[in-house]
């Protein structure tokens, strides 16, 4: 089951990293590197937009179709580490 | 992804910390050691032994300046560890700084000298999280192992950091006497609402290495608090993640350690010296850097100490042709040199190296070696062990 309005988990922080040129996910003592598909996702997950909402809106800033597997699996990772609320 | 139309698969979005191929990626991880000062006497601490011999701590102004280095490298998660990071009365000034140059701040605390005041300051300098260290989940041995009374004070230490909304991560290091008491370790870290509880294996370095035959585990013991362990798993899902670190020693393959040397990883020690791994201060060969005299970046990319055993130029058999010399990076040359005195050699846990069965034989010799006095961490005890100075 994926919530309908996915929230990054305040325990983790999502953090552009200069020196590595990505995304990364900061919580206590580790980190995970980001891809930029990840972050996109992980960026408009914030309580408000629905999954819906998050593939329309990817799928027009990057002018492609059928994100919607890609964003629901992204999703249903993320609360199976513990990302997403 | 901006000015890309590319959308990679999501399968390849999740890749936790690789290791690296490039001869000197950005470390990842700065480790600033503060302080070797500690209020507590742990039989198991990872400290050198010689810590009563180092002195001259790094300034205030000296950190500011390495963490400066560090992050403009590309550290990202920073840890304030020691001794006892409490014990320096600038911390919360280096937390501060730390956070505003966008560092993720774990303090790595036995817990003694963090009140409600502290706490907050703290909080307003932008600490991020608190690993607080518990020795048992019984008084009695918590005080004995640490020779100090800091059971109640641990307690009243956890519900401090909860009541400042910190997430914490509980560390209990196991051996011998607390493996039985897994499980009560377990339910203490629940009651406590730790996110995390490590439960770390000693491994045999610093005071350890001088303790190991009182701290060496049986192999039952092992198998047992690991079934103990997944069994919780099972019955607490996501509340609490438990991390169960088995022992080198009771392995067949050695920890992938540091990640690589001179990977991610940077510590700076309380007297400046820089080290790609916080126990090697005793390697011999070594020119161990110290931020004091060198550019972070210079010890980093050029240091003959952080390139020693880069790569793969320094490996000999069996890792030099070892299909999983990738995975393991042939392991810890800190325990490499402990057991074999050879720090070029592969780590002797590998029961491919020659020198396996020295490791066997330390865990089945460790029963009978127990009348040799166990030694307390202490500056004296210190002083004892390191004569010369």
């Excluded at chain 2, 840890?79 to 730390?98: H, M």
């Excluded at chain 2, 000298?113 to 690993?131: F, M, P, S, V, Y």
């Excluded at chain 2, 641990?154 to 196991?174: E, S, Y």
């Excluded at chain 2, 490996?315 to 999983?324: A, G, L, N, S, V």
Aim: hydrophobic share 40%; proline share 5%.
């Amino acid at each position: 089951m994926i919530p309908t309005h996915p929230k990054l988990s305040r325990r983790f922080r999502l953090q552009y990293e200069e020196a590595q040129t990505r995304w990364v996910l900061l919580y206590p003592e580790g980190m995970v590197q980001l891809n930029d598909s990840a972050a996109e996702i992980l960026k408009r997950c914030d309580g408000e937009r629905t999954v819906a909402e998050i593939v329309t809106e990817l799928e027009t800033a990057f002018s492609v179709q059928g994100l919607t597997t890609q964003v629901e699996s992204l999703i249903e990772e993320g609360g199976r580490r513990g990302w997403i609320d | 992804m901006a000015g890309s139309t590319e959308f990679a698969p999501v399968s390849e979005a999740l890749s936790m910390l690789a290791a690296k191929t490039h001869p000197a990626g950005p470390p990842l991880w700065l480790l600033a050691e503060l302080t070797y000062q500690c209020p507590l006497h742990c039989v198991f601490c990872y400290n050198p032994t010689q810590h009563a011999r180092i002195k001259d701590e790094l300034t205030t102004a000296q950190w500011v300046d390495v963490m400066r280095q560090a992050r403009k490298l590309g550290a990202a998660q920073l840890g304030f560890s020691g001794g006892e990071p409490l014990v320096r009365d600038d911390l919360e000034e280096l937390v501060q700084e730390a956070h505003a140059l966008g560092y993720y701040t774990n303090l790595i605390t036995s817990g003694v000298g963090l009140n409600e005041a502290r706490a907050q300051r703290l909080k307003d300098a932008g600490l991020d999280h608190i690993q607080l260290s518990f020795q048992d989940s019984t008084r009695e041995l918590n005080d004995f192992l640490s020779h100090t009374k800091t059971f109640e004070l641990k307690q009243k230490v956890a519900r401090l950091i909860k009541a400042h909304d910190w997430p914490m991560v509980m560390n209990c290091v196991l051996h011998r006497h607390n493996l039985p008491h897994v499980d009560q370790i377990i339910e203490m870290a629940l009651a406590l609402d730790a996110e995390y509880l490590e439960l770390a294996n000693t491994q045999y370095y610093g005071w350890a290495w001088v303790n190991r035959d009182h701290l060496m585990p049986t192999h039952e013991q092992l198998i047992e608090a690991e079934a103990v362990v997944n069994r919780y798993r099972d019955k607490i899902g996501k509340r609490c993640k438990l991390l169960f670190v088995v022992p080198d020693y009771f392995e067949e393959r050695p920890k992938a350690c540091m990640n690589g040397w001179g990977s991610v990883f940077l510590s700076v020690a309380p007297d400046g010296v820089a080290m790609p791994c916080h126990n090697a201060r005793d390697l011999p060969g070594l020119k161990l850097p110290n931020v004091r005299d060198m550019a972070l970046a210079d010890i980093w990319q050029k240091s003959q100490a952080f390139n020693a055993f880069r790569g793969e130029d320094w490996m000999k058999p069996p890792c030099r042709t070892c299909d999983e010399r990738h995975k393991d990076f042939g392991g810890c040359h800190c325990q490499a040199f402990l057991i074999t005195g050879d720090a070029t050699q592969a780590d002797p846990v590998c029961s491919k190296s020659p020198h396996h069965d020295k490791v066997v034989q330390l865990v089945k010799k460790a029963p009978a070696q127990r009348h040799i006095p166990i030694v307390f961490r202490s500056d004296a005890e210190s002083r004892v062990l390191h004569p010369e100075a």
